[in-house]
């Protein structure tokens, strides 16, 4: 693991730790703001993330071994895992009352879009370092409009954050050790 990828998953952990002791303070501070742009809610929804996605994977096509395949593998077992999470922990959103994803409650922590945003950071900063920093500051505005459009605490997104990127850092491992 790199120096970065310790240092930036010790900062998401304090996050996560501080975020939930701020998470009333911050509903407190959004609630008054409403943002009803339908193209802002595209900008950051899963459906452009899922674009995106494939996108990189098709750009990286040729490289598949070390961008393609672990990139969709990673975006796929982070959104599985924070599904899995939400079902167990079960917190309701602040917001909306009942909202189901294929008929199923889906609750608010962690936050599934910033998993798969932050999943797959490592994976293109290990290979494209001007696309993963690009992707970083997406996968952070991604985030931050969870809370922004009401969907999600604080907590939730960092919980979310620290999920994928905890989860693009073993892909880019096992990816290490198999092709070494």
Do not use: C
């Not at 996050?15 to 303070?25: A, K, M, P, Q, R």
């Not at 998993?115 to 900063?125: C, E, G, K, R, S």
């Amino acid at each position: 693991m790199k120096r970065f990828d310790k240092i930036f998953l010790g900062v998401l952990s304090v996050i996560l730790v501080i975020s939930f002791f701020l998470d009333t303070f911050v509903i407190e501070l959004v609630t008054p703001i409403s943002i009803t742009s339908p193209g802002l809610h595209f900008l950051f929804s899963y459906e452009l993330l899922g674009v995106l996605i494939v996108s990189i994977f098709f750009y990286f096509y040729k490289k598949m071994k070390t961008i393609g395949i672990p990139l969709l593998v990673s975006a796929f077992v982070s959104t599985a895992l924070s599904i899995i999470i939400k079902l167990i922990i079960a917190k309701p959103r602040f917001l909306v009352q009942a909202f189901y994803m294929f008929g199923i409650p889906n609750y608010s922590f962690p936050s599934s879009h910033a998993a798969l945003a932050f999943a797959a950071v490592p994976i293109l900063l290990y290979r494209s370092r001007k696309i993963g920093w690009v992707w970083l500051g997406y996968a952070v505005l991604v985030a931050l409009s969870r809370v922004l459009f009401k969907q999600h605490y604080l907590s939730d997104i960092a919980a979310g954050a620290l999920l994928g990127y905890g989860i693009g850092i073993l892909v880019v491992y096992l990816i290490n050790k198999k092709f070494k």
